[in-house]
């Protein structure tokens, strides 16, 4: 149906029902089906794309909730489509950077199709021979993360001992792949026999191990690193923080990415051995990914020649279809996912 | 009385009863009256010294206990005097370097006479036109622990909001003035109305709050900072570390020198707030003034001036004789200390 000089469709979209408090469930979201017309307002300066794979990432949890103090993005808006990273075909460009056909990754809509204004987020994909769906993992934000995580704020060194906490995650299995790669020994922690075989087996982590079957955490990493860990990759916060102060090393980094286990909680668990911090000179620095997209072209040099010598390996745990993709954002907080989750909208 | 060509005199020692657990008592410790010949022992390459000055610092909580893996410097040894840091007068010397009548400051016996082996931990004192018990605190180990701390660790920026806790002790009063020298505007905690009185007043803190008399820690900081903290200099760590974290700018720094409100609880409080330092991009690091011994000789250069100059002044709390050493060391944890505290063993 033409309306406007453009096709009218069916445009399928998730929405975020009302703000979330606690575990999040499925039913806090909803899908709607609206109809879009495939052309952009008249002197837009956006584009119109497909959306084709969006991206389930945990800091998306505080983005179902309302703002608190210590949110670092927008929440999404009751009533309104969610939205997040995601590869996206150009229909159409009202930019002179982008071209119909051009394929991008940046932040896109949970729908079908998108009209995206903020352009400055989006990244052309020039690599097409890899699959597209990386750009929103090994080649995206969650890459870039690990890149900068790993290499801009721990300072490895060959031969020093690293711990990956949600090691098989989106960007734990990188970062044990980054310290392998340097000559670290890297030893990684998830939530089931099937993730630790991954890195072991897949990965090659030096060792791993399931979490929920240490009943003393500090005791499993005294186990893996008897002379204790120079560096930390943190992505879960809480019980395994407080562990990992007691077994750092003297000048030991901890690069603070994330902390999952704390997302659904009313108030974050309490951390007591903060004061391992002084005794052992411990520098503990968050970072978030956007102060470092200036690294990207730079990341994608390094990675890419990786993956194609076979250096780099990258698992994902691929859902079909846009009605799944609340599921799967759920699945990410109770460990359901192998890999970095992916939601297939299209394949065109 | 002579014995083997020295005088044998009378030498009150401070000695540890036995390892403490919970909040030390002066009772944790007796002095003892012994002899000591003041002759070196033949072949001997360490000092005699006569003991001037000691000092009492926050660290030596941790030595009265049981080493454990927090630990970062021995504890003190059950039946022996203690030691610590102090200015000696050196009565014979088997080292080159040092000459009888030479002063020294460094780690010393908690006694009126010391033999000290370890004289690499010993600095000769050039300058005496500043009071001597100065090398205990402004010109010794804190001096330099807030000289490194606040311009090693905090990279701190003219224009920059500074949060100083414990802020009239040994390390705290001086941060203030160096933030203030730096043009960096300077808030600081304390526990009583005479401090924060000596905060304003004396050493020129653009405000300062008695936290004792705050129900609410965060919203006392927001009073004081309201766009947010850039540096915050850590002294005493648990709830006010919890409120400052929620109230840290974008890329705020920790330097974590100590956590005195923590060191006779038997199990540290949670720090529930950590999620800030992701979400704030904030560098947490902490540090112990080994490490920055380098720079005694800059550090000089620096605060010697200033000291002259009147733009650095300095607080202590003078206390006579070894015997009063006990209830010196334990006031600290009860915040009885009124800046700096010091014990004079003599003055010669």
Redesign the interface.
């Known amino acids: 149906m033409a309306s406007g000089g453009g096709v009218q469709v069916s445009n399928k979209q998730v929405i975020l029902k009302d703000y979330v408090t606690g575990f999040p469930k499925e039913s806090d979201m909803e899908l709607r089906t609206t109809t879009i017309t495939l052309k952009l307002p008249q002197g837009s300066t956006g584009l119109l794309v497909k959306n084709l794979y969006l991206s389930c990432d945990p800091y998306m949890r505080s983005r179902l909730s309302k703002q608190d ?4 993005v927008d929440s999404f808006k009751p009533g309104s489509p969610m939205n997040g990273y995601g590869v996206a075909r150009v229909l159409e460009s009202g930019n002179p950077e982008f071209n119909p056909g051009d394929l991008v990754w940046g932040f896109t809509g949970w729908e079908e199709y998108s009209v995206l204004t903020a352009t400055e987020s989006l990244f052309k994909i020039h690599n097409t021979d890899v699959p597209l769906s990386y750009y929103t993992g090994l080649l995206g934000m969650p890459g870039l993360t690990a890149y900068a995580g790993f290499y801009e704020i721990c300072s490895p060194k060959k031969g020093e001992t690293v711990f990956v906490s949600a090691a098989s995650g989106a960007v734990g299995q990188l970062v044990g792949q980054f310290a392998k790669l340097t000559g670290c020994y890297v030893v990684g922690s998830a939530g089931s026999k099937q993730k630790v075989d991954l890195l072991k087996n897949k990965f090659g982590f030096d060792e791993a191990f399931n979490y929920k079957e240490e009943p003393d955490l500090d005791a499993a990493l005294r186990r893996y690193f008897p002379d204790g860990i120079d560096i930390y990759f943190e992505n879960v ?1 809480g019980k395994m ?1 407080d562990a990992v102060l ?1 077994n750092m090393r003297l000048k030991g980094r901890i690069a ?4 999952i286990s ?1 997302y659904n909680l009313e ?22 990914v956007f ?1 470092y997209y200036h690294l990207h072209g730079k990341f994608l040099e390094t990675v890419l020649p990786y993956i194609k010598e076979g250096k780099i390996t990258y698992v994902e745990d691929v859902v079909e279809g846009l009605e799944n993709a609340p599921a799967a954002l759920i699945g990410l907080f109770s460990g359901r996912n192998v890999g970095k989750q992916v939601v297939v909208v299209s394949r065109e």
């Open positions: 103090r210590l949110s670092y916060g923080l007691l603070a990415c994330g902390m704390q108030q974050a668990e309490g951390v007591h051995n903060l004061m391992a911090v002084v005794a052992k000179q411990i520098r503990m620095e968050g970072f978030l102060s």
